[in-house]
């Protein structure tokens, strides 16, 4: 396979991707601030052929003509100067201020952003050190201080500038080349023998384009207003026409004439607005518009998904009713991950929610548990908790409900645990979130909670930092911080994934004791069938986003119906299954592999 297969992104491939120009030219936000852009650069570029008057061209019997007089269209200044030149040549000086000061940005930013984030440690540190410097340089003062070195050139100036605004784009680009760097594509070409400039210029640069080219914008925009912030201020060489300039002597002219004032700040406005706006419609065709969460759409519209929805039986604990969820692609296009689940769980009862990896069962979990992320979109359905909807509870219903209702038990024991605190202090911390009680209080219930889960010194874990224990004891220590508020509903995604196999066992014994004496119900999210087999009541089984068959564990293990259910069953190791094929020759293994 050739790197470029390599490079193509499989979540790109459906839906097919727009490319951002077309996107571009279908917005029109983009279009009407290119023409407006195109105007001004066109007018800039004729300027020596239509401006009527040399900018600095003053005539006695000029001053403040009014607009309109002949010679002087749009009048004239304090100092008989054609406002109309004066407009035209400022159009040249802020476009080649932008220029100036955006390509010097770029150049240093891209160039270090690529170092430090492609190459090792210590580069990335001296690069980060040097901005960071950078940063902390007072921009303004400075280039006003440096006037006798740049002579009022403001060219000079915006060379300095530059290098002023290379820090963000060197932090924009190091934090994207770090995103990228590890990526399969880059390990390929890395491994098929590309030099590193050639992965820099041709893999990792084009990963990286897009911000590239949402920052130029910006940076433009950010240069033409301080060249003109300057030329405001009387910094700088005062023959060269500027819009700050003009802005500048309009201003002590307002009562005399206020166009003098007028066109120049349009002019400014249009030129850094149009440029800000331009920039925003190409954040969005490269990076894909955010959507608002159904949530949030619904909840403007002062109504939920879940309260238009049929209310479910109320003797289920848990139920889920066609529940679709979905996440923007780059392309601004929604892709279901989950398509219209369908669950329902009783009290005390224990529900295995299996299937592949990225078949929608965290996802489905996440949704219950109201912690989908922000990009998420709730397409469909519903879920309630004790006949309570979830779906459109805000994020403060949820928290009360997470805390009280439902707990969560998660795969990675140890990189849920806060490595700077205490196990004890954590736990502390989240009875207390849930329940009014003193400290002392907390403390003494963490500490039966402690023997409760089998830990063996509770005094000496409730004093241990995160890395003091061992992933079982951690995740004993998660058990009892979940089920501290005893829940109506526990939901465990693979608890016992990350831990050893003797541990595992007695995870799902705890967990199982638990249940029983706490009444609670469990959703198990796993793809082990040996787990669901040791522990669940029912079993849910999902693929691809849907639940394609459900039933009590006995008859999903003796008469499974679906094909992909008896697929997933049938790839269960069978400790009396003899292997009838012979086995391969060592020698003959080897050589076959080369
Ligand atoms: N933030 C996200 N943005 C886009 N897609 C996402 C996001 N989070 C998850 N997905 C996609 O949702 C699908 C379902 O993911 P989910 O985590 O629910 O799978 P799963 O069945 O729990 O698998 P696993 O056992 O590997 O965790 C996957 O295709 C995944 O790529």
């Keep these: 396979m050739s790197i470029e297969e390599l490079s193509v992104d499989p979540g790109l491939a459906s839906p097919p991707r727009k490319s951002p ?22 007018l800039g570029l004729l300027t020596p052929l239509i401006a009527p008057h040399d900018p600095n061209e003053a005539q006695l019997n000029g001053i403040n003509a009014a607009p309109g007089t ?8 304090q100092n008989g100067r054609d406002i109309a030149s004066r407009l035209l040549h400022s159009i040249g000086t802020s476009l080649i201020a932008g220029l100036i000061g955006a390509s010097v940005a770029l150049t240093i930013g891209i160039t270090f952003g690529l170092i430090g984030g492609y190459f090792g440690r210590k580069l990335r540190s001296a690069t980060e050190w040097v901005f960071s410097l950078i940063m902390t340089f007072p921009g303004l003062l400075l280039l006003i201080v440096l ?5 009022g050139d403001y060219r000079a100036t915006m060379l300095i500038f530059g290098v002023l605004l290379s820090p963000g784009v060197y ?26 400039l050639r992965i820099l210029g041709r893999h990792v640069l ?4 897009g911000p590239i080219i949402v920052a130029t914008a910006f940076l433009i925009g950010s240069a033409i207003s301080l060249q003109s912030g300057l030329a405001f201020l009387g910094v700088g060489s005062t023959l060269v026409p ?17 166009t003098q004032f007028i066109w120049p700040s349009v002019m400014l406005g249009t030129l850094t607005a149009s440029l800000v706006l331009l920039g925003n419609s190409l954040r969005d065709a490269f990076e894909g518009v955010k959507l608002t969460p159904v949530k949030a759409r619904a909840a403007q519209a002062g109504r939920t998904p879940a309260k238009d929805a049929v209310q479910g039986s109320t003797t289920d604990l848990l139920s889920v009713r066609d529940l679709g969820i979905a996440y923007p692609t780059p392309s601004g296009e929604l892709r279901e991950v989950v398509k219209g689940v369908e669950l329902t769980l009783q009290a005390g009862e224990t529900l295995g929610l299996v299937g592949e990896s990225g078949s929608g069962k965290t996802q489905t979990a996440f949704a219950i548990l109201g912690v989908l992320p922000p990009e998420a979109v709730v397409t469909h359905g519903w879920a309630q908790l004790a006949g309570r909807n979830l779906v459109g509870l805000s994020e403060r219903e949820f928290r009360t409900l997470r805390g009280r209702d439902i707990a969560y038990i998660p795969q990675e024991p140890m990189s849920n645990l806060d490595p700077s605190y205490t196990v004890g202090a954590q736990l502390v911390e989240g009875i207390r979130a849930s329940a009014q009680m003193t400290r002392r209080q907390a403390k003494a219930t963490v500490m039966e ?9 509770p005094e000496r874990t409730f004093d241990s930092y995160p ?3 061992s992933g079982g004891m951690a995740q004993r220590v998660l058990i009892a911080g979940a089920v501290a508020s005893r829940p109506k509903l526990l939901i465990a995604d693979e608890p016992t994934t990350a831990l050893d196999v003797t541990v595992q066992a007695e995870i799902l014994d705890l967990i199982r004791d638990l249940q029983a004496e706490m009444g609670m119900a469990v959703l198990l999210v796993t793809h082990n069938f040996g787990v669901v087999a040791d522990i669940c009541d029912r079993i849910a089984v999902m693929q691809d986003g849907r639940v394609v068959e459900s039933g009590t564990a006995l008859e999903l293990f003796r008469e499974p119906q679906h094909p992909y259910t008896q697929m997933l069953l049938g790839s269960i190791l069978d400790e009396h299954t003899v292997r009838t094929d012979q086995p391969i020759p060592v020698s003959a293994a080897i050589s076959g592999s080369n």
Excluded: C, W
């Excluded at 030219?25 to 983009?30: E, I, L, N, V």
């Excluded at 002949?70 to 200044?77: F, V, W």
């Excluded at 909670?449 to 010194?457: P, S």
């Design 21 to 42: 120009l077309r996107k571009l030219a279908k917005d029109p936000q983009a279009i009407i601030t290119s023409v407006l852009l195109l105007a001004i650069i066109i």
């Design 70 to 77: 002949p010679g002087y269209i749009l009048g004239a200044d």
């Design 147 to 151: 006037m006798p070195v740049t002579k």
């Design 171 to 196: 932090r924009i680009v190091r934090n994207l080349v770090l995103g990228v760097k590890n990526e399969l594509y880059v390990d390929a070409a890395r491994v098929s023998g590309l030099s590193n």
């Design 206 to 209: 084009f990963a990286v384009r």
């Design 242 to 258: 500027s819009f700050g300039a003009m802005i500048a002597d309009g201003f002590t002219n307002l009562y005399v004439d206020p």
């Design 449 to 457: 909670l402690l023997v409760r889960v089998g830990i063996e010194h």
């Design 467 to 469: 890395h003091q224990i």
